[in-house]
């Protein structure tokens, strides 16, 4: 059980929320990255708690301190660990997992997968605070990708049921990566954004959470990364974003909405200008056979709820085998979309860097 | 590029459509099964062409020919290869694809990735003739797992509009699984069936094609299997089911459903009878936190519709770079979903077999 | 436990002595090469049993019959497949293995480890006829390593106290690898040659046999192949060679000689002849720090007598836990020497080549 | 590239000698060891600088920092990631490496591969300081294999000339192993530990180095731990034993000596007392087929003299690309066998509890 991600990078990432500190460790990366500090902790600061209005009152400043890897703020062909401090922990709040485990956490199975010998508070490792090393690692990928005309955005699709408009599957809307990246809440119609928000305190205030989706773009991908079958690039997007805690569903292009389709008019017919061959659809979300095909990738992540709400729950005391209630207390985000994008980008970077490290 | 699956077994899957052979290679098998060689052979002849009157008139046998690996029909611990025989090959029905690459398919991403060197008849190893060999894995882990009380089925939920009803959630139907191995179409509510049968027929007469959607529960896991992050278990499922020949969405329990779910009603409330700790509902799809949590695991595929059309599409003349016109002959099944639920149960076999080994 | 080699290259290697087949499966070959036939062959036919008259009489012709990833005679990027049938086995000859385990052989710990539940006729999967795919794998790269100007000799040392020249360390002897092919007995100084022949025919007269010891020159590297720990060329390069049955030592360059040196002694000093930099010793073996430094690799591989002895050993009825006599009767090499020397260069073509791919 | 270590196991080293850290990353260790840090410190102190009055008198007090994977002293499941403060660095000792390469380092074949871009400050990333980190991973393996009646010993068999005595191959010497891990010298002969003072301070004082052998033994080992081939037991240990800079040898057993041997004399004959199956000789070091067969293993590895002498050096000014003369200042270790020792103990302990995880 290595729990590393990459054919070509190995990323893992290390400790439990309330640990000293949690990190990353990635092998593999190339030498020769300038690292721009200043781009990264932008990236890690729209991932931490705290970041909108609409999350978790807990701060964390999430500042990556590199360990090895970086030599002269250039990336130098080692293995790089970095780690975060996690500050601002309040253990005390987890004690009643280890008896009343909560619904829609892991908590059951951990315990019983490991004799109730595992450290659950804060969630443990399977806390979505381990995203924030997964960041380090994506924030490093994002720059070696840029480096090379790949960029990468995304933004919440919707939010219960309201929605965002999608991308426009055939462009390649770097401008509008950019603007997402500086939005508090990271949406393409600020109106569907302003009634996402409504939903979301709406749920907090009757201490209930909500689910929603993300959407990614890649664009400026060369034509013919990924393999068929085992190595094609839809599993080896898929695998690191089920990764994600929380995330229940991955499509690509049209996904689910493709089933419905008839083949004439879910195939993207290819035509020439002359000079390239494109297509003016893009159904497929930019991989066929396992391969980018020269269209921006597109695929969608279903998140769920938080799970952790202050509503009253049913749950089982486990010590005396009866059915209780719960109530969770502490500082939850009620609905982890908005601070999730960040984590979407960084994980389809890894993704990419090591598509293109096949080569 | 080891094209490799697994973290325990090391699955490869070897040929292309129009080689002489196609076949397998499975490490890490464990030592002592016994092969009931019927049950295999039936699991490929659901997924044969030519199995349902639905399909490809092309038929093929697909007899596993065991090289390595079985001894006196017990497998002995080694690695485990097997071959099909290709018959029944028609190379000349490819040539056209180099100059005037399908639309839908890998051939256009494919000829730009290896300068036009690359086997493409029949689709070469981007065929879905390789989920053939993938069978014969699946076939031996589903026997793996039959015997330790671990069962799975699938069945077609939707073809374009027309919906089968949903496997209950909570209940491990392993009555239903083995009836709907034995009905010519795999759905839970013949009427629907009949259904579906009529929009396959009426896509087929109009030289179009349709997608669908698989749904697939596993019964019988164990808490536990599966880890946090980049081993957990949705993404070990994601990653092998994507490796499927036109996959183009995956997700568990309530999936992309489960975004507009709030906290109070997507959370799975735990209760206890005195002796077990169960859940009512199952909007997690048996997994939580990247483990199983002994509930059923209940995942759904989008199958695109097949891209292989007798209407005429709109694609390049790459020697001349001009738009063309271009009508595909040969045999194709107009719906993949009737051959395709034995792949998906292959599949899953396969990720669980792996899973368990974790141990 | 997945039995392959290769940080690139994924190379496996199945079967048993006494099953129909024995093959090997490789994944990661590079597409393009075409294949000499004639050249495969005639690097099985100097592995082959009966290849020489110092060795057992038993015959197997040893064709090599590829599944896979070999396209109108080129290497076509897909997992190469290949099988050679087993013929002429006596399998009645090895039913006391189970009783009575042979000193020097895997019997006892195999019996042990796998309950008595184990295929050890012919020496099952520990017989050194696997190294028969091992030499299809060797002879692919051997030829793609040609093409790039990388080529590799062995000869032999010594047998017992019978010694041949040393390989000049600094000299690329091409013309040499190319001679030492065509000798039946693969030694430099024919001489010696004659001394080691009587000293295998005094072992077989007195129902003995004898070990001795390979060397081996590759030349043509280019500088700064491997890396530094544990991907370093050598052990990337003994991890092949112990995987040779009977190897009980590897060196390089002095090898343990280099042990009793001073460093003023060891080390290679460089000089210039104004373009390039040099060395006019090789103590190191072409190695330092892990990687290729630009000089001709070269080390020295021990090998056992041949375990398989006509002369009685003691050894143990299991059945009875007393202890008995045994002579092993069959056809068995006394000297396994001139039929190693392709199997090392093999193993070393294939270090080589996955070396080679990390780039 | 992923310069890591283990079937099961995953151990990567990082950092360069003169960075500000060094450290370890080792995922798949397992849960519930009580982690003993005055065992683990006792350790580090053997191979850190300044350990002997024979090495460097340049001192590193090398204490781990556990980052992640211990909590509250004991290994709890996760990725364990240790790290050492790099002190009493001169770095200006080294400008010079980048235009005369050392005879014997890694300088040249690293600037070629590198383009001149590689940090190679005290070595870089192939300093010999890098195995303090192994030793961190092997400390917790020592420990963890004692819990399981697995003891390892290593000695110092020779260093130039003069030569300790043997261990005893059929006996589990644990007892010694704990006297040998006091001695400043590791030795069973003290007088000859004497000569070899003699030996080392001869050579420190004519500012040269000197090579030697350490013999490693390992008791208690269950029987058939190893595979056959790949993933033989001999091939795993050399594979990280040559990852140790200065190793040129690895032997098994008799080694190289057994090459000379007839089998009858070189097959350890079985015999029973009636309860256990024994052998009363070990010339293939407790290891037949790839698997341990339950002797103690036995090995000795070759460790060339230390490259970085204070005698004059012929060497190369790339810069002018002429001949010069070299010599090198700076605090070196005459011997580097006094420290390799608890170095080897490390990588054997490693390799067997990688050996052991297979199950």
């Known amino acids: 059980m290595n729990n590393q991600y990459g054919n070509n990078l190995t990323l893992s990432v290390f400790g439990g929320s309330h640990d000293d500190e949690i990190g990353m460790h990635l092998g593999g990366f190339p030498a020769g990255l300038a690292v721009d500090t200043d781009a990264l902790l932008a990236l890690m600061a729209r ?34 660990t970095a780690i975060i401090k996690n500050e601002n922990r309040r253990s005390s709040d987890y ?21 109730g010998q595992i450290d659950l508070r804060g969630g443990g490792k399977f806390s979505g605070r381990l995203t924030a090393p997964l960041c380090i690692a994506g924030g490093l990928c994002l720059q070696y990708l840029k480096e090379k005309g790949i960029e990468i955005g995304a933004h919440i699709l919707s939010i219960g049921d309201e929605k965002d408009r ?22 393409i119609d600020e109106a569907a954004g302003e ?4 939903v979301i305190e709406r749920a907090r205030a009757e201490g209930d959470s909500v689910g929603g989706v993300a959407e990614c773009m890649i664009a400026g991908l060369p034509i013919g990364l990924g393999e068929h079958m085992f190595d094609g690039a839809e599993g080896r997007f898929a695998s690191i974003l089920f990764s994600i805690p929380a995330v229940k569903g991955v499509e690509f292009g049209d996904g689910f909405g493709i089933a419905t389709r008839r083949g004439s008019d879910a195939n993207d017919a290819f035509y020439t200008d002359g000079v390239n061959v494109k297509t003016r659809t893009n159904h497929c979300g930019g991989i066929l056979g396992g ?35 719960l109530s969770i207390g502490g500082r939850h985000d009620p609905c982890i979309l908005p601070r999730a994008i960040p984590v979407v980008e960084s994980a389809a970077a890894i993704a990419v860097t090591d598509l293109l490290l096949d080569q």
């Open 47 to 80: 991932r931490a708690p705290g970041s909108t209005s609409l999350g978790t009152p807990r701060r964390e400043r999430d500042i990556p301190i590199f360990l090895s890897g970086i030599s002269n703020g250039v990336t130098d062909g080692g293995e790089i």
């Open 95 to 115: 004690s009643f997992v280890y008896d009343t485990p909560r619904p829609g956490h892991a908590d059951f199975a951990a315990l019983v997968k490991h004799g």
């Open 166 to 187: 999608y991308f426009d599957p055939i462009a390649a809307e770097n401008r509008l990566f950019t603007a997402l990246k500086k939005r508090p809440l990271a949406v």
């Open 195 to 198: 009634r996402m928000r409504a």
């Open 291 to 325: 391969m980018t095909n020269g269209m921006p990738v597109l695929f969608r992540v279903a998140f769920k709820p938080t799970p952790s709400i202050a509503k009253e729950q049913q749950t089982v005391s486990l010590s005396r085998m009866e059915n209780t209630i």
